[in-house]
């Protein structure tokens, strides 16, 4: 009776060089082409902002602020996001600002940043009146369009953490709202580490959107939300 046959394993090929100097020299070529590449985004980033950072000291006196959503734990802010929130309150209590447009994500019902935005803020002094929320802000090009055509937001400060500022300004201004942007400290933990490693991927898409200037996922009709509020402080 015949044996039956093993089946066979074949080992997988490494990744091998050239044997040439010519070949050797193209790889490596090619190489710092796709991080040259790689890199552009960002570079692009940093050229448009330029130096449009500020702090909650120097911040220009701006009516409106646009904070950017960072996440709910347990329906309350993130400590990201709260910090965030914090220097929002700083400007209005300086009279730096008049009104705080909140983005972010409601897009089931039980998450809801923009209502988890505002009582925070109201918390700690910002009158009610003076907050409105944006409920559709699902990434940082659908916050700043929406807050452009929308909201009719034409110049603002930005609020969020130093390794995500320069894109929303750069996105902002993409969408034609003249910002300045305050990039609040945060720990160094695990998700300030994985915040920066997933702003060099985050830049390719950003330049993206500059470029093809995509319709946001939600937009709807114009609100006259952020008009009513500053109405409301004259």
């Not at 046959?5 to 050239?18: A, D, T």
């Not at 915040?195 to 114009?222: C, H, N, S, Y």
Request: net charge positive.
């Amino acid at each position: 009776m015949p044996r039956p046959k093993r089946p066979s394993f074949r080992r997988p090929r490494l990744l091998r060089l050239p044997r040439t100097r010519k070949g050797q020299r193209r790889a490596v070529q090619s190489l710092m082409v796709l991080c040259v590449l790689a890199l552009l985004p960002a570079t692009w980033m940093y050229a448009v902002t330029g130096d449009r950072l500020r702090t909650t000291a120097d911040a220009p006196r701006t009516e409106v602020a646009i904070v950017f959503g960072a996440g709910l734990w347990d329906g309350e802010p993130s400590p990201y996001l709260a910090h965030r929130l914090d220097a929002a309150a700083k400007l209005y209590r300086a009279g730096r600002i008049e009104v705080v447009l909140v983005t972010g994500d409601n897009s089931r019902e039980d998450y809801d940043e923009p209502d988890a935005m505002r009582a925070y803020l109201t918390a700690r002094g910002v009158p009610g009146r003076r907050i409105v929320s944006d409920y559709a802000g699902f990434d940082t090009w659908d916050s700043c369009v929406r807050a452009r055509k929308i909201f009719g937001v034409h110049e603002a400060v930005l609020i969020s953490q130093g390794f995500h500022i320069r894109r929303a300004l750069a996105l902002c201004q993409a969408a034609g709202v003249r910002s300045y942007g305050i990039g609040v400290d945060a720990k160094h933990d695990a998700t300030w580490y994985y915040g920066g490693t997933r702003e060099i991927f985050a830049a390719g898409k950003a330049a993206l959107d500059a470029v093809f200037e995509p319709d946001p996922r939600f937009l709807g009709p114009k609100e006259p939300g952020v008009t009513r509020a500053l109405a409301a402080t004259r």
